[in-house]
């Protein structure tokens, strides 16, 4: 392997040159050796915990290859009868503290110590069972966290806090007690997930795994009386392969079309149509910002991972985000208006089933804001993984599959609606809208290079017409971090902002086949921008269902139904939920008040103006009026106390005030 | 991990032994594993954290295989390994044990050898400390 004056160090007997590796470890897997690992991931910081990367370093004695950076001249074995042992007991001792119930777990055969534990021909293990049971936390929409099955790698905690900024897990208690936990060992619903799942795609075991609706989607299917539909996400096309045994980045969306007849679906339509329609809506949103510069930048929402992290640490830019729905839920909202006239059936018995890349989706669709009259316009989010299984288990030979396509015209969709899947996609999109929306000519060149690409955060000035764009596309969490912050100081200078929770965007969703490999998320991306290629229309639009549809159903573009069904809106969520405490209620539930008793209002004096109120009620007989609660923190500390009096706010407020307010505002009432 | 784990898993072969659970793969593991903490751990307290276990076994290793082999302890410290036996020659049949048992595991006629049922005995040695002619043997 030497070729020139590079330093170099001997592996197994091999002599293998030292380029820019970091470590001994991507030394040894640079020469094809696949030394096993718990804990390291190229992505994240290294750990060295699990002890399962040791080599023997001549003269230094047994070390982890991934804390040791090469040295010229090191010479190492990699496989000697002591390391092998030690290996074998590393892995004996995870499994003696393991819940072996690899047949049901959701990771069997794609889990790392299950495959270690037959590579090593781990035949017993020679220590007793250690474990003791700890509750199942069931309570996000998006994963599960069984403690029983973590191996305390730690994998998690570092994808939280290194790659989304977030850090809503982290190791508490010391030696044997250690465990993963949300903070104050919360459930994880309650705590700052954003519901992204990277922590399932790098756990090795079936410790953080995604949440399964199979069954629901089965009793949907068997149930005579409703319409199931599905609608597949772009990135779902170039991952499902994978689960069955293809290449990653294989195009195989008529296959899936066919599978998912065969499964029972009603029709089959593509999530490309919904983001035709959410460019659509997007770039006019944008095109309007931009012209009476409101607002700007702007941020995508497409993404409900990054849209759940503004609500919860930038609550400030949220004017900011698009208000469009995202494409799911564009869907989602467009299938529930439309088919149950046009079958003649309830709006509830219309089953919208969407097939995704990513947990965030099984999220997103139970937001509050989703459903419509006790309906959700998603009912089910199945993850890629979910319909591989689904399709194997109903022992559909996927590989014999002939390809169908969708259904119309919901199925139509251009080249903009399928990039959607990679980072820079939307913008991509956005920009072909907008350049020829804002030129009124025909783009000769409808490829943008400069979004596309593979850094975490890329600019690009793009120039439409006259005016130069300035974009910013950022995928993961942390990155969107550096962006907002600047939008938030007043610092930010560019003008549209994509931002894409998971590395490499919606292809490198923990929805997708577990892989943290750049190479597969690569090779994803890749397989839809070449799906975008073989389409015949690459701009949204030209796709003339959708301009159909705004004849038929949503009126003008950005016009009042459209924004009634297409569009949004958010909530701050930077204070976990905490529900007011009731303290005087009344029957007729006339006029609400509110008094913070947070920690600063408490020390301003709220506690009185509390106490003066009640008195005041109880003198002049208004129980029956008001309903009097005590509120938590309401962002407002620096002006405290606060006190809410129906819809006025009061700041600084004086319990002299606050009767005045509430006289003034009960008067018409008790007029009458 | 390593440590984490191997500690916890070196006290229960170390119950193992003082318990009379043990046999001599015991041993052979309790070895490997030690030395597979003290190698493969990432800190200096887990590298140390076996060598209790590990020297103890290097320089007393008969008072190792006792337990293990010959299931007895000579220091009477493992109660497990513990048979406390009425010497019939020794014993003059004054009933001070009788009456020191806190289980009536003891019994025997008056100037008799007195017997211990194995059954009921709890091992509390309180029979050889009433015992004037040291007549309890193996406590």
Redesign the interface.
């Known amino acids: 392997m030497k070729t020139s004056l590079q330093p170099t160090l001997t592996i197994d007997g091999r002599e293998i040159e030292i380029a820019d590796e970091r470590n001994l470890l991507e030394l040894i897997r640079k020469a094809d050796i696949d030394l096993p690992t718990f804990c390291y991931h190229s992505e994240l910081s290294i750990y ?4 399962l990367c ?1 080599v023997d370093v001549e003269g230094r ?2 070390m ?1 290859a991934c804390s040791t950076p090469p040295e010229p001249g090191m010479k190492l074995r990699t496989v000697t009868d ?1 390391i092998r ?2 290996r074998k ?2 892995v004996e ?2 499994l ?2 393991h819940d072996q119930s690899c047949p049901t777990c959701a990771r069997s055969a794609n889990c790392q110590l299950q495959t270690l534990a037959r590579q090593l021909g781990i035949e017993q293990v ?3 069972p ?1 474990q003791q049971r700890k509750p199942i936390d069931t309570s996000s929409h998006s994963l599960v966290r069984d403690p029983n099955k973590c ?2 790698c730690g994998d998690c905690v570092r994808m939280c806090s290194e790659i989304q900024d977030i850090g809503a897990i982290d190791f508490a208690f010391r ?2 007690d ?1 465990a993963v936990l949300p903070a104050m060992g919360k459930d994880l619903a309650e705590v700052a997930c954003v519901n992204c799942g990277q922590c399932a795609t790098v756990c090795p075991t079936g410790a953080l795994t995604v949440k399964s609706e199979m069954e629901l989607v089965w009793k949907a299917i068997a149930d005579k009386s409703k319409t199931v539909v599905a609608q597949i996400a772009p990135a779902v096309r170039v991952g499902l392969g994978e689960a069955m045994g293809l290449k990653p980045g294989e195009i195989v969306t008529g296959q899936i079309v066919a599978a998912i007849r065969r499964l029972g679906f009603d029709q089959v339509y593509d999530t490309s149509f919904a983001a035709d329609l959410t460019v659509t809506e997007e770039a006019t949103e944008f095109l309007k910002r931009k012209a009476n510069g409101k607002h700007l930048p702007q941020f995508t929402s497409c993404c409900p991972g990054w849209v759940k992290y503004a609500e919860q640490f930038f609550p400030e830019i949220l004017p900011n985000l698009s208000t469009c729905k995202s494409p799911q839920q564009m869907f989602g909202s467009l299938l529930k208006e439309i088919l149950p006239e046009q079958l003649g059936v309830k709006r509830g018995d219309v089953i919208v089933v969407s097939i995704m890349p990513c947990t965030a989706k099984k999220f997103e669709a139970r937001r509050e804001e989703f459903t419509k009259e006790c309906v959700a316009d998603v009912d089910f989010v199945l993850t890629t993984q979910e319909l591989a299984r689904m399709i194997q288990s109903s022992g559909i030979r996927f590989d014999k599959l002939q390809p169908e396509s969708f259904d119309m015209p919901f199925g139509f969709y251009t080249g903009a609606g399928v990039i959607f899947g990679a980072s820079g996609g939307v913008t991509e999109a956005v920009l072909r809208f907008a350049a020829e929306k804002v030129t009124g000519e025909k783009l000769k060149k409808v490829d943008f290079e400069a979004v596309r690409g593979e850094s975490g955060l890329r600019e690009a000035n793009v120039k439409v017409g006259d005016a130069e764009l300035r974009l910013a596309v950022v995928h993961g969490l942390r990155n969107a971090r550096v962006v907002a912050e600047q939008v938030r100081s007043g610092k930010s200078q560019y003008d549209l902002i994509e931002v894409m929770a998971c590395p490499g965007g919606c292809v490198g969703g923990a929805g997708q086949p577990v892989t943290t490999s750049r190479e597969a998320r690569a090779q994803r991306r890749q397989g839809l921008y070449k799906a975008d290629r073989e389409s015949p229309l690459h701009k949204s639009q030209e796709n003339p269902y959708i301009t159909e549809t705004y004849a038929r159903c949503l009126g003008e573009v950005g016009g009042e139904k459209a924004h009634h069904l297409l569009h949004t809106h958010y909530v701050n969520r930077r204070r976990m939920e905490e529900s007011p405490l009731p303290i005087l209620q009344s029957g007729d539930r006339r006029l609400n008040i509110g008094v913070c008793v947070g920690t600063n209002c408490y020390v301003k004096g709220s506690q009185q103006i509390l106490q003066k109120l009640l008195q005041h009620v109880a003198e002049h007989s208004l129980s029956h009026l008001v309903d009097i609660r005590a509120m938590f923190c309401t962002e407002n500390c620096e002006h405290g106390p606060t006190v809410l009096i129906g819809d006025e706010r009061i700041t600084k407020c004086t319990a002299e005030q606050a009767i005045a307010a509430v006289e003034e505002q009960l008067q018409p009432a008790t007029a009458d | 991990m390593l440590c984490r784990e191997g500690t916890r898993q070196l006290l229960a072969l170390l119950d193992d032994v003082i318990e009379g659970r043990a046999d001599e793969n015991t041993l052979k593991l309790m070895q490997t594993l030690g030395h597979a903490v003290q190698v493969g751990s990432l800190c200096g307290l887990g590298k140390t954290a076996p060598n209790p276990v590990l020297s103890t076994m290097r320089y007393f290793r008969e008072e190792y295989e006792d337990h293990v082999i010959r299931k007895v302890c000579k220091c009477g410290k493992c109660k497990s390994l513990l048979r406390p036996e009425i010497n019939q020659e020794k014993c003059k049949g004054c009933g001070l044990c009788l009456k020191s048992c806190p289980t009536n595991a003891i019994t025997g006629e008056k100037k008799q050898p007195h017997h211990i049922n194995a059954e009921l005995c709890i091992k509390c040695g309180a029979c050889a400390k009433a015992c004037n002619l040291s007549a309890v043997e193996g406590v």
Do not use: T
């Open positions: 060295g915990a699990c002890r040791l004695g047994i982890a002591e042992e030690i007991i590393s001792l995870l003696a503290n020679r220590f007793k250690v191996v305390l030696g044997h250690v």
